[in-house]
């Protein structure tokens, strides 16, 4: 027993130590993937801003933490894969069947691991992924309004750099040279008062990129010469300067070209920057606020509605004594006692289109106030609805990583290849089925026709009947997904189907 008890240990280890490296190998390389396809959304933001290497660098951090929840799953479903595909297809699997283990004993270690990377990766996903989700779309807000990098089109006055008006001929594509430049210099701000010339030039960044270095060759410098007088009133202008050079060095300070930094504080309430208990706060608030906001309309088109037509017949009306108009406003059951058609057809011609324009503007100004309360309560239910799923799907994604060792790992001993070629192919056919079940879940919550409950879980409800059925056919050596089955089949059957043809 001892003995027995030792080969187990060591086939856990075993096990355990074909499990990890695959799962750090495979979760890298989908957190790359996932990087590059969010950069490919975002690359037209990113460009030509002349961000600096350290705001890139954080940029990417943010993002790679951002994309960790996601990243779980699919690297638990891709290592298992090949993990038991690698020892199915070495015999290994066999081996130990055949010593009296069964698959489920061989999957536990890793089963104790997957366990441990869900719950990891729930508290990842609920503790540190709102922080850096808020970090990463702060950063990345900044950016998309960052000023792109000065780029000056020929034959066209450019006025990014502030105080300064840049034209020029032409631009040699190969050198860079610059041909025909003209600039005007209203940093003063007394007009084009100077103004510089020149044949050619480059233009380039300094180091820091904080300012614009322009190398100008063979131009002149014109400027106006202008004295006030010391009773300030008028301003006598002299001939302008003019100076001419070889080459001449101008540094332009890049004002407005830094990238700057939101207050974070503005982003904090959105709901992928919350953890599960901000997510309730937020959704019982929003729940109250649309009780209140109901109440309030029910109130407002009960008294605009009723209320104020019904007691502008009554004062009208001729049939009452004074005594009985004046307790109206003490007394509401003398209005509800009293029936409108009976006053209204008391008024005069007169009172009477008076009251039905009345009427017609009480009924205007509520189609307008419930217009307003409609949009405002759909506005609340969306925001709603994405906390909600927000709420579920930090518990889905986590569940998800046992759900996918359950479906990787049978699979991996039914299919008995290993490697990086069909484990893969498997792999990402079955996550579009998870992603394209969950989004069209998350769809439907969104339109309000499923509940979040029902929409953020449809996937796993799906899922987990196959894992089960996986699991079963595995641990009973099925060879359902076996192509040399199906391979068999096709040649027994053909034999028959001609058979049938020659009769």
């Not at 706060?281 to 009780?291: A, G, K, P, V």
């Not at 406003?329 to 003398?334: F, G, H, K, P």
């Amino acid at each position: 027993m001892a003995t027995k008890g030792r080969g187990v240990k060591k086939l856990h280890l075993l096990v355990i130590k074909s499990f990890v490296g695959p799962f750090i190998l495979t979760f890298f390389f989908v957190i790359f993937i996932l990087l590059m396809q969010f950069l490919w959304r975002y690359i037209d933001d990113l460009i030509g801003k002349g961000l600096e290497m350290s705001v890139i660098s954080e940029f990417l951090l943010y993002t790679s933490a951002s994309l960790v929840p996601m990243a779980l799953p699919l690297a638990v479903l891709l290592a298992s894969l090949m993990t038991f595909g690698n020892l199915a297809e070495n015999l290994e699997l066999l081996a130990f069947k055949s010593s009296g283990i069964s698959l489920i004993r061989i999957m536990a270690p890793v089963m104790v691991i997957t366990a441990t990377i869900a719950i990891g990766g729930f508290m990842f996903a609920n503790y540190v992924m709102p922080v850096t989700n808020l970090k990463m779309r702060s950063l990345l807000y900044d950016i998309q309004q960052q000023r792109p990098e000065l780029t000056i089109k020929p034959g066209v006055f450019d006025n990014t750099l502030e105080g300064y008006s840049i034209r020029i001929g032409s631009r040699d594509s190969k050198t860079s040279l610059l041909q025909d430049i003209l600039i005007f210099d209203h940093t003063k701000k007394q007009g084009n008062v100077r103004v510089t010339v020149a044949d050619s030039g480059y233009m380039k960044m300094s180091t820091d990129e904080k300012h614009l270095l322009l190398t100008l060759y063979n131009g002149h410098t014109y400027e106006e010469m202008q004295k006030q007088k010391k009773d300030k009133k008028h301003i006598k202008s002299y001939p302008h300067q003019r100076e001419h050079f070889e080459q001449q060095d101008l540094i332009i300070e890049m004002t407005g070209f830094g990238l700057n930094r939101s207050d974070e504080n503005l982003f904090r309430n959105a709901f992928s920057m919350l953890n599960i208990d901000q997510l309730h706060h937020f959704e019982d608030s929003l729940i109250s606020d649309m009780d209140t906001i109901l109440n309030d309309f029910h109130r407002t088109i009960e008294t605009t509605l009723v209320d104020k037509p019904k007691t502008m017949l009554i004062k009208r009306s001729r049939i009452l004594p004074d005594s009985v108009k004046a307790a109206m406003d003490r007394d509401t059951m003398i209005v509800e006692g009293l029936h409108v058609d009976t006053l209204f057809g008391q008024l005069s011609k007169l009172e009477q289109r008076r009251a039905i324009t009345q009427a017609i503007t009480y009924a205007r100004s509520n189609k307008s106030i419930t217009k307003s309360n409609v949009g405002t309560n759909e506005w609340k239910v969306s925001k709603l609805r994405r906390y909600q799923i927000e709420i579920q799907r930090k518990y889905t994604l986590s569940l998800l990583c046992l759900i996918f060792f359950f479906i990787g790992a049978p699979l991996g001993a039914i299919i008995r290849k290993g490697g990086l070629g069909i484990p893969v192919i498997a792999s990402v056919l079955m996550f579009l089925v998870y992603y394209v079940i969950s989004m069209t879940g998350e769809k439907f919550v969104r339109e309000d026709l499923l509940s979040p409950f029902a929409g953020m879980w449809i996937s796993t409800f799906i899922l987990v009947p196959i894992s089960i059925l996986l699991t079963y056919k595995a641990a009973n050596d099925s060879v359902i997904l076996n192509l040399e089955t199906y391979f068999l089949w096709a040649k027994k059957l053909l034999p028959r189907a001609k058979k049938r043809q020659q009769r």
